[in-house]
């Protein structure tokens, strides 16, 4: 009877289990950054929330209502203002320090910024200290947040196999829609309260939950390890000095590409996740807790979708799914408010689910790996963290933009669903620019350019 020598079996045993651990890492690495973006955009997601529901009441009492609404939203697209700063800088020592420890200290000052906003005294009393205090709480938000996105995906799609960075990569993209999830399930639960009771306090449970929230996440996010090309660009002394003037120097196609790709992405979602609440409960007479709920199944359903879209990228590439994705969206801009005009709750729901479960996945869950793999290691987590904030900063504002068009308008939704159609067709275009990454190197010693015009799949 034959059999394998014990010495010759040790070899392959070992490989096994140094293949299984290897996936364990990666596992691990791949939960830490989607539970960390989906506390980062639970705590970003219930301050847009608060901003539609109660905050012009609450910081703004002097304005009328439709003004209060409005200035609400402006320290909301304060968040958006300090995202690119916060790409810089948390960028330039994640490139240069690594990514992990960075990735601990985004966490914590997202938490701590959301927490003091559930703690912070109304303009009754404390008057105008009130609202100033609002925006620099939203600004550390928002610079938080900047370095929070670049990070994860860097960390994740470095430390995945080539060629399942798209399915990996979309995992801490699913934070946005589970954010999304937990922040809408909160604020659907405190509504339920009398409005005097919601006014006076219940709005501050989401916030003050974050506690809870993020001692989670930084427990798992102390138990990842840092990258192995971020440890060769260590060893081989590529650490750059000045990251981000590295990258706009070098990478500055790039950097405008992924720029473009996230507004045809952030600037629809944004239209659904924080303009339609207002807008439907004044001017289309829907209940907000149709369009909460509406929002809620719509987000669970990107969910699952996200990490699907990601396989796709793996199988036919980045381009042509977001691509797919860009062109859909682009059509769905004006059904989208045709379906809500309506007044009928399914096809509401089902408008919010076109939006967030199709368009908005497709486009988003690829570019985690997509932007990853468009800079090289030096500057990658500069390089996607800037280009991805600098389309956040387009993308915030457009909730308050859209309130002064409608209002301007009497109400119609034409002029917010042209510029989303206009934003998508945006992306489309920057998609077709950029070459198709999927399978790249992303070694240190690689340095990738897939900005030539519009190359052959």
């Not at 045993?13 to 830490?32: K, V, W, Y």
């Not at 955009?41 to 009492?61: K, N, Q, S």
């Not at 945006?426 to 340095?447: K, N, Q, W």
């Amino acid at each position: 009877m034959s059999h394998i020598p014990v010495a010759d079996a040790a070899p392959d045993a070992r490989a096994e289990g140094h293949h299984q651990a290897s996936q364990a890492a990666i596992r691990r690495t791949a939960l830490a950054g989607m539970i960390g973006t989906t506390i980062e955009w639970y705590d970003f997601y219930i301050y847009g929330l608060a901003a539609a529901l109660v905050f012009g009441t609450e910081f703004f009492p002097d304005f009328s209502p439709t003004a209060g609404t409005l200035a609400a939203f402006g320290t909301f697209a304060v968040g958006f203002v300090a995202r690119p700063l916060g790409g810089v800088i948390f960028g330039h020592f994640g490139d240069r320090v690594g990514r992990k420890n960075v990735l601990m200290l985004t966490l914590f000052l997202m938490g701590a910024a959301t927490v003091v906003v559930g703690l912070l005294p109304g303009y009754r009393t404390i008057g105008l200290w009130a609202p100033v205090l609002l925006v620099t709480l939203r600004f550390l938000q928002g610079f938080a947040v900047g370095g929070e996105w670049g990070g994860a995906v860097t960390m994740v799609v470095e430390s995945s196999p080539r060629d399942r960075r798209g399915f990996y990569g979309s995992l801490p993209q699913m934070g946005v829609p589970l954010g999304l999830v937990l922040s809408s399930t909160v604020f659907a639960a405190v509504s339920t309260l009398p409005d005097d009771d919601l006014l006076a306090w219940g709005w501050r449970i989401p916030f003050l939950l974050s506690v809870v929230l993020i001692a989670v996440g930084l427990f798992l996010r102390s138990r990842i390890t840092e990258t192995q090309t971020f440890a060769q660009v260590k060893a081989a002394g590529q650490a750059r000095k000045m990251p981000a003037m590295e990258a706009f120097r070098r990478h500055w196609k790039a950097i405008a590409l992924t720029v473009g790709m996230y507004i045809s992405a952030g600037v629809p979602f944004y239209i659904v996740s924080v303009f339609v609440l207002p807008y439907g409960s004044s001017h289309l007479d829907l209940s907000r807790g149709v369009l909460l709920t509406g929002m809620l199944i719509a987000a669970v359903a990107e969910g699952l979708a996200v990490p699907c879209f990601g396989t796709l990228s793996d199988r036919w590439g980045r381009r042509p799914v977001f691509v797919g994705a860009a062109g859909f969206a682009a059509v769905l801009a004006f059904p989208f408010f045709w379906l809500l005009a309506t007044g009928q709750t399914g096809l509401t729901w089902l408008a919010m689910l076109l939006a967030l479960a199709v368009a908005h996945a497709g486009m988003y869950a690829p570019t985690a790996a997509m932007y990853a793999e468009l800079f090289p290691a030096d500057v990658r987590y500069t390089g996607t963290s800037i280009g991805y904030q600098l389309g956040g900063v387009v993308a915030g504002f457009v909730p308050l933009v859209a309130g002064a068009l409608v209002s301007a308008a009497d109400g119609a939704s034409w002029p917010i669903a042209a510029i989303w159609a206009g934003a998508a067709l945006v992306g489309l275009v920057c998609a077709l620019v950029v070459h198709e990454s999927r399978g790249c190197d992303l070694t240190p010693d690689h340095a990738p350019d897939h900005t030539e015009p519009f190359p052959t799949p």
